[in-house]
């Protein structure tokens, strides 16, 4: 083939060709090639390809072809270049180097091809590639591309957050075949019920389904809405399945939210007091709740205008309330609120406070909404409240309470001047700072507090609490609680100390008084237990010591018998003292004068008082009555008296006081019910008592005195009165100043007091008289069997009141019963005593105790045909009690 024919294919051939030389100088290019660069043969001709290059070519290109021309390799690639008016064009080139037969390089053969345009769609094509990928990544919806299988084949960011997956796709796809998810009712949702593999089943979209997500390391449940949908081609066929992944849950919180508003507000439009309605200009509809009858005790009207609103405000008023309103739509008011008198439903004035929101279109009312309150009560309330502020200032400045407030950085400290006032400091002291106020801390308490204090100031604490002691400005002491709030900077610094001093002397001294009531409530019942024994035992003594009397001749013998009667008789006194104080000596309770009685019981102190101790009763002329055992009464003031005797040896003044005493709030408040009582005081100028004593006087057997100059039941018993009474005992005293001793007795209703019994002793003896005796003890037992005996009755004997109504049932002629309180097993005394005489009416029952309940006592002795011998007793006692019993 020659030279020329070679030339014509060349130039035919539809892409750009030329031959270069080993040096890399074009040697030919043909007729396309000079089409696409716009150079003539002639003009590109010794010249090397990189000519075509220019500024935007990439150096990795340009770097590839030299490292191919180097290695005499073919390379293959597109190539931005530039034709000769400087156009950019691409230019897919393939140069191939050309060997010799031996086997030197000889030049190289160059291939080009325009494909500015393909390169241009691809370009196109990977930009919205790239788009799409950064779409897809950045799109809030969590979106799962899926193959026509539903295996997920692309998986977005915002998809794998809901999804709890990995932000990496590739181990986000892996992971969420792992998934778990649960629908609504809490079961889990199948794999195969995925809306994506449901579409891949039957082709159709899948919308909505609401998924709950159970996932590890997620705290809270996450609600998803899922949806699918499949990508079809032209034949119909399903190429991709796309879904959606949306995180509904705020929405449904806020659905919830709003459901419960909504709730709330059906809830809170029925209870409300208020009359809340909605009224439409337009149409003259009116809603309003349940309160609008209420209010204005009619049924609202159907339809609601301009005009007949005014029906519902007073007509004095109706003209300025009817102005109001329109002068509100003319200036285009949202809201308006006020207050218009109405006539109430039954009679009278009130005073109702609206306030609503108006609402318009195109600058017109057409709705307005409000409420609508009856301010009637409330305004009568105000009335009142405007009284007592007044008071409630004075009862605020008469508060123990200091306010105070410290910054930490500078030290100063602002407190109340009326705190200070109120709590008895030096006001010179002023300005304060922290270091003032530590001074009036007393020295044994403030290491300790200042302590405390800087610990919380410097740690992380927001609260802070004291109790401590600080000096008055007269020298005396307060026990005071320091209670304060501390206000931090964000890098917790703290910067302000705010906080309140409360005096708590008098509350704390009410612990006391308390914790001192319940241990002496404690040592009560073990001593009234041990007197209980203790009085059958001198009971038996008394008794055979009696007897003994009577069979004995000689003077000698009966000396030594009344020995032992006598000793048995202070015993009886002691567990009658015992008694008291524990609260289960019986009493016997009658109205009387406290005058007159505090006159009598003066009569008999007198006598026990030397000349050099004055004595002076103060009652103030009053009269006062109260309902308490007379004789008690006396034996306590008695024992009062003899202690105050004791405490002035060197003389002094004795004063026996009586007031009238109200409990409300205070001191003695939680100790003794609200309401009236009587003070009756022994306040005496001794030695007084010291601080470690006082909380120890009223238990029994406790005594400052010399070994056998006292019992130590004296106070004891005095307390265990007033409290058996109803009331309570109080000791006040310091030493070198005197002691007060305070007894408290409910007041008894007005009346002239009940005159005491001044019965004659009763006849002794009885015959033919049939006695059921009812006692546990044995010995006891056969003691008041003996004596009965020794009267002349017939004795009939029971340990247990189940067996004194066996025997009842058998002896129905029984009209008299002797029995104990305190028995073993489920029936006492007075349960027995209840039950025999409901099953006996008639039958007389004579209830022998020395222990006994107060109160199931007092109950047994209102009923008829019952009595009280009081244990330990002798013969004639138990003759004497029974004969007034047959005579009653």
């Known amino acids: 083939m020659d030279k020329m024919f070679r030339r014509e294919i060349l130039e035919a051939i539809g892409h750009g060709v030329v031959f270069t030389d080993p040096a890399e100088k074009i040697t030919y290019a043909n007729r396309y090639f000079c089409e696409i660069t716009g150079y003539d043969e002639s003009e590109v001709l010794g ?20 490292q191919a021309l180097d290695a005499r390799t073919q390379f293959d690639g597109d190539v931005l270049n530039y034709r000769k008016n400087g156009d950019a064009f691409w230019n897919s080139m393939s140069i191939t180097p050309q060997f010799g037969d031996d086997g030197d390089l000889i030049g190289y053969v160059g291939i080009t091809r325009d494909v500015t345009e393909s390169k241009a769609r691809q370009l196109r094509n990977e930009e919205l590639e790239q788009q799409f990928r950064l779409i897809f990544q950045k799109i809030q919806a969590g979106i799962v591309v899926h193959s026509p299988e539903g295996d997920v084949e692309m998986i977005n960011l915002q998809a794998c957050r809901l999804l709890g997956l990995s932000h990496d796709e590739d181990a986000a796809l892996g992971e969420f075949e792992e998934l778990t998810l ?22 159709e979209f899948k919308r909505g389904l609401i998924v709950a997500l159970a996932q590890d390391g997620l705290k809270d449940v996450r609600w998803l809405s899922c949806s699918a949908f499949p990508i079809c081609n032209d034949a119909g066929e399903v190429t991709v399945i796309v879904s959606s992944v949306t995180d509904i849950t705020h929405a449904l919180e806020q659905q919830f939210a709003a459901q419960r508003d909504r709730e709330r507000f059906e809830l809170a439009s029925r209870a409300a007091k208020s009359m809340i309605f909605d009224w439409n200009l337009v149409t003259g509809a009116l809603w309003t709740n349940q309160n609008f009858e209420r209010i204005f005790g009619t049924q609202p009207p159907a339809e609601m205008n301009l005009d007949n609103v005014a029906q519902f405000v007073l007509e004095a008023e109706r003209e300025t309330t009817h102005g109001q309103l329109l002068e509100a739509f003319e200036q285009g008011s949202e809201r308006l609120e006020g207050e218009f008198r109405f006539a109430r439903p039954r009679g009278g004035v009130g005073i109702a406070h ?23 009560e409330l305004r009568r309330k105000e009335q009142r409240l405007e009284t007592s502020e007044e008071r409630l200032r004075i009862v605020a400045e008469l508060s123990s309470d200091m306010l105070w407030e410290l910054d930490p950085r500078t030290d100063l400290l602002w407190r109340a001047s009326e705190g200070v006032e109120r709590l008895g400091l030096d006001p010179s002291l002023a300005p304060y700072s922290g270091g003032v106020w530590h001074n009036t801390i007393l020295p044994e308490d403030r290491r300790e507090v200042i302590a405390s204090f800087c610990e919380a100031i410097e740690g992380k604490a927001d609260r802070w609490r004291a109790e401590y002691r600080i000096e008055r400005a007269d020298g005396s002491h307060l026990l ?9 900077s964000k890098d917790g610094t703290a910067i302000r100390v705010v906080g309140a001093v409360r005096d708590i002397t008098e509350s704390r001294r009410l612990e006391d008084i308390l914790r001192e009531n319940q241990s002496l409530e404690a040592l009560g019942q073990l001593t009234g237990g041990v007197a209980h024994d203790f009085n059958n035992m001198l009971m038996i003594i008394m008794g055979n010591a009696e007897t003994l009397a009577e069979d004995l001749a000689s003077p000698s013998d009966r000396e030594r018998l009344e020995l032992i009667h006598s000793a048995a008789r202070n015993g009886a006194e002691l567990t009658s003292r015992l008694l008291s104080f524990a609260r289960q000596q019986p009493l016997a309770p009658q109205r009387i004068d406290i005058a007159e009685q505090m006159a009598q019981a003066a009569r008999l102190i007198r006598h026990a008082l030397p000349d050099q101790v004055e004595l002076t009763v103060d009652v103030e002329g009053q009269t006062l009555y109260a309902e308490v055992d007379p004789s008690q009464l006396d034996n306590a003031l008695v024992n009062l008296a003899l202690n105050a005797r004791d405490a002035m040896p060197k003389g002094g003044s004795l004063s026996l006081e009586a007031r009238p005493y109200r409990v409300e709030a205070g001191l003695l408040d939680s100790v003794l019910d609200p309401g009236d009582y009587i003070r009756i005081a022994m306040v005496d100028t001794g030695a007084g008592i010291a601080p470690e004593i006082a909380p120890r006087v009223f238990e029994p057997f406790f005594t400052t005195k010399p070994i056998g100059d006292g019992t130590g039941l004296g106070l004891s018993m005095v307390y265990g009165f007033a409290k058996q009474s109803g009331g309570y005992a109080l000791v006040e005293s310091s030493p070198g100043k005197g002691t007060t001793v305070s007894i408290f007795l409910p007041q008894a209703a007005g009346g002239r007091p009940v005159p005491r019994s001044n019965d004659a002793s009763p006849r002794m003896g009885r015959q033919d008289a049939t006695i059921l005796l009812v006692e546990d003890d044995t010995q006891v037992r056969d003691y008041v069997e003996w004596i009965l005996n020794a009267e002349g009755y017939s004795v009939l004997s029971a340990s247990d009141g189940r067996e004194a109504l066996e025997i009842l049932e058998q002896h129905t002629e029984i009209r008299l019963m002797c029995t104990d309180v305190v028995m073993p097993g489920r029936m006492d005394g007075i349960e027995l005593t209840r039950e025999a005489q409901r099953r006996l009416p008639g039958l007389k029952v004579l209830v022998i105790s020395g222990y006994a309940s107060e109160a199931s006592l007092r109950e047994a002795l209102d009923w008829s045909d019952t009595a009280w011998l009081p244990k330990p007793f002798t013969r004639r006692d138990l003759a004497g009690a029974l004969a007034q019993m047959e005579r009653s």
């Open 47 to 66: 010249r090397t390809c990189r000519f075509l290059q220019g500024p935007e070519t990439a150096g990795e290109t340009k770097w590839r072809i030299r």
């Open 182 to 203: 649960m629908l609504e009712d809490g079961t889990t949702l199948a794999k195969e019920d995925y809306p994506a593999r449901q579409v891949a089943a039957t082709g």
């Open 354 to 376: 609206a306030e609503f929101m108006i609402h318009y279109n195109d600058e017109k009312p057409v709705r307005i909404v409000g409420a609508i309150r009856d301010l009637t």
């Open 480 to 488: 005071v609680e320091d209670r304060a709030a501390i206000i931090r």
